[in-house]
């Protein structure tokens, strides 16, 4: 490809990004730097001696044995005309995070002292006191606000009482020592992830992927959209008493006016069960929460639902309504990106979360001669 066409094909992307969209900013620095601190960490790490040398027999092994699932990774990452060395290193990383992190504590004491070494500096650079201060300051004003919301919806008293009760509880969750941790059973939910709620411990998980957003407005709204999960169509039947009482709002974002959010697929249901690959437990729990998407079910590529996602973006567009003082077209610029999801998603697409969810407030939508589609419909409770 000539560098005149490169060009052409770049100039349209960022007009499409542009025309009738927004833009997200560049990443801030401090993610950048701390993505290139966790990388070239997880470099040294898988370069040790245990580590490389167990990543090495492995590999010689799935190579000689022509072995699809290596020659796809290889073809996958573009590494088929690479010098060797260059395969081995990348390999080794993969190992390192997937067979060594994802595995820990292993047997060997050395490699889970250089584990809770490598978390503890990656760790060390993310949870600054001034970055937990500041996120615990958005977190605390989302919170009061998402509260304050709630004691105006048209609940019952029991329901309101119920969920303000556990909204009011969230807390974020930051990793003090990694051995202790609840991250040592998901290392790379810290290394990989960002903000994300954790319904059992009724916590927002704090991975280094929290560094990634591009303002204040953009925090509060997704910390407004953590406690949406709360109490989300799925988490409903899981934490709390009777119907889910936004079953209207529910409706309405499933129309093709509003978030359009699709429903699960249950087709492959009891074919897996029949199987023998989803026990007849979790398919009776599947069928009684027709909205809620587990690891086992339904499997990539099959749809999942995508309410449980779309109602914690509307309750976050409720919270940041009520707020004052703010530059609200600024926020969720991290949904500008016009991202390709995987088959199968738990999201409607980046477009529709903005402007058919978050922009179709009333209050909201004003300034957005920008957006795409006219008729985008507010879900009222
Ligand atoms: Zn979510």
Not at 163 to 174: D, P
Request: net charge neutral.
């Amino acid at each position: 490809m000539t560098a005149s066409v490169i060009v052409v094909i770049a100039s349209l992307l960022v007009a499409d990004r542009a025309c009738g969209f927004c833009e997200t900013p560049p990443p801030p620095k401090d993610h950048l730097k701390l993505q290139e601190n966790v990388t070239s960490r997880i470099r040294t790490f898988s370069g040790l001696k245990p580590i490389a040398s167990q990543a090495d027999a492995m590999l010689s092994k799935l190579l000689s044995a022509k072995s699809p699932v290596i020659l796809g990774w290889i073809e996958k990452r573009d590494l088929a005309t690479k010098a060797d060395d260059e395969i081995v290193r990348e390999w080794r990383e993969y190992y390192a995070r997937n067979f060594i992190l994802n595995r820990y504590p292993q047997a060997d004491a050395p490699v889970n002292a250089a584990i809770e070494a490598l978390f503890k500096d990656v760790n060390d650079a993310f949870a600054t006191p001034a970055f937990r201060a500041k996120m615990s300051s958005l977190f605390e004003k989302s919170k009061a606000t998402a509260l304050s919301v709630l004691a105006k919806q048209p609940l019952q008293d029991a329901e309101k009482k119920a969920i303000v009760a556990r909204v009011g509880a969230v807390q974020l969750y930051w990793m003090k020592d990694f051995k202790s941790s609840k991250f040592k059973a998901q290392p790379l939910e810290f290394l990989d992830w960002g903000i994300a709620y954790d319904p059992v411990a009724n916590e927002i998980n704090m991975g280094v992927n929290a560094l990634s957003y591009p303002n204040d407005e953009t925090y509060l709204a997704v910390f407004a959209h953590e406690l949406g999960h709360a109490f989300d169509s799925c988490r409903w039947g899981a934490f709390f008493e009777g119907a889910w009482p936004f079953q209207k709002v529910g409706e309405c974002l499933r129309g093709q006016d509003s978030a359009g959010a699709l429903k699960r697929d249950d087709s492959q249901l009891e074919v897996l069960q029949k199987q023998g690959k989803l026990s007849s437990d979790l398919a009776v729990g599947l069928k009684q929460n027709p909205t809620c998407n587990k690891a086992v079910y339904p499997p990539i590529g099959t749809q999942a639902d995508q309410l449980p996602e779309s109602f914690a973006d509307w309750f976050s567009t409720e919270t940041m309504a009520s707020m004052e003082g703010l530059n609200l077209l600024q926020m969720r610029l991290d949904l500008c990106v016009l991202r390709e999801l995987v088959a199968g998603s738990s999201y409607p697409e980046n477009r529709k979360r903005l402007d058919q969810i978050y922009f179709a407030h009333p209050k909201l939508r004003p300034g957005r001669s920008d957006l795409k589609s006219k008729s985008a419909v507010y879900c009222g409770f």
